[in-house]
């Protein structure tokens, strides 16, 4: 194991001053080194591509720059890897956390990513090599990665193993430049200053207001699926794990099969940065039987809580150009309630901005994703043909 700051600062002392990327926990103790530098700069990207991007534009003004993504984020990176830094020959260094490792147990939406990371890699004609865990291999392995870089333009990568970097403590109150402490409120929404709503709070009265003969609640991967699952485990709610940004686009599929069926997404503000494409899709395609509620805390929280760009964002602002008829915006708990008794002819949708903090040992959800995929369908499969309309109670 070795620590964040002895890698870094032999990255900085190569020309590495830049970094960007989206979190895992892996990654933590980097992110929060970085952060507290102030020789260094981090920039939270959306997804892992933008992030990829971002490398390529500080390569193009003479930098060097360091994208950090987990191995799922290869996916979302494939098309600027192999079509900006391939093509142009933009060289940039890749730290990948290995998820998923064979040999190293994991959640499940790790397995087969974790089994292809090197192939990934290795199609995308980008070398790999471990990431050091002793601090006598830090620079050995940084100059290997310079040497590929400087003499081919190309990317080079570290794939970053379980339990190799310290832990590294964030500050209170440290955030990327340019991201405010708080968001102003587009609205006067009642809820006493400092004193935003819980997330449970919040998921306490979705259910409340999503009976199970009549919706389906599909929650975002993180805590907001695992603290759902802990208050009411019922058979009309999913889970998503991985997948992070997809919830909404997952619940309008759903919500245009099944018109009988109130479709509730709930969104997380990080995963909807990852994938704002979708509210355009939303927008022009989304029933009124299609609940989008975003629970924003401004971080990512189960990777650590590093900050995300949300407080620079009214999502309503975005939901309503898109062409969602009803897009909120607000810190009272009270706007879930009024969003899912909103008539639309479209798509509903809620920016709620809430605290941060989770409960201790929250539990994972004792169902596995292919068991509550299955449980809902069945589910579902018992409702058929009742207008969604004539539904009492939503």
């Known amino acids: ?86 093509t142009f020959r933009v060289p940039q260094l890749l730290i990948v956390t290995w998820r998923g490792e064979p040999g190293n147990p994991d959640e499940p939406q790790h397995e087969l990513m974790g089994r292809i990371t090197p192939q990934m890699l290795e199609t995308m004609e980008i070398p790999w090599a471990d990431f050091p865990s002793e601090d006598a291999a830090v620079g050995p392995a940084l100059d290997a990665a310079v040497a590929h870089m400087d003499s081919t333009g190309r990317p080079y990568a570290l794939v970053m193993h379980k339990g190799t970097v310290a832990p590294y403590a964030l500050r209170d109150g440290v955030r990327p430049p340019g991201v405010p402490g708080a968001a102003p409120a587009p609205e006067a929404s009642g809820a006493p200053a400092g004193a935003l709503p819980t997330r449970r709070e919040a998921l306490q009265r979705v259910i409340d207001r999503t009976p199970e003969g009549s919706t389906a609640v599909l929650a975002s991967t ?72 975003l629970l924003d805390n401004g971080a990512h929280e189960s990777t650590g809580g590093q900050a995300t760009v949300s407080p620079n964002v009214s999502f309503a602002g975005v939901a309503a ?19 899912l008794e909103a008539a639309a002819e479209g798509p509903r949708f809620a920016r709620l901005r809430i605290g941060t903090g989770t409960p201790k040992d929250l539990p994972r959800p004792t169902v596995t994703p292919p068991e509550v995929a299955r449980r809902l369908m069945s589910h579902l499969a018992e409702r058929v043909g009742v207008p969604f309309a004539a539904e009492p109670g939503r």
């Open 1 to 86: 194991m070795i620590a964040a700051e002895t890698f870094v600062d032999e990255a900085r002392a190569r020309g590495f001053a830049w970094y960007t990327g989206v979190p895992c926990s892996y990654l933590t103790p980097f992110i929060n080194y970085v952060l507290q530098a102030d020789h260094l700069r981090y920039l939270s990207a959306a997804n892992e591509g933008d992030a990829v991007a971002i490398s390529a534009g500080v390569t193009l003004g003479g930098g060097r720059a360091v994208t950090m993504l987990q191995n799922s984020g290869l996916g979302n990176a494939v098309s600027p890897l192999t079509s900006l830094t391939w």
């Open 321 to 339: 150009a898109c062409g969602y008829p009803v897009a909120l915006e607000g810190d009272d708990p009270g706007l879930v309630d009024a969003l």
């Open 222 to 293: 993180g805590y907001c699926g695992r603290e759902l699952s802990a208050l009411a485990d019922r058979p009309n709610q999913l889970y998503m794990v991985g997948s992070m940004g997809c919830v909404a686009l997952l619940a309008l599929g759903l919500a245009l099969a099944r018109p009988d069926v109130h479709v509730v997404a709930l969104d997380g503000d990080g995963a909807a940065l990852m994938r704002m494409g979708a509210f355009a899709t939303l927008g022009t395609y989304g029933p009124p039987n299609l609940t989008h509620l």
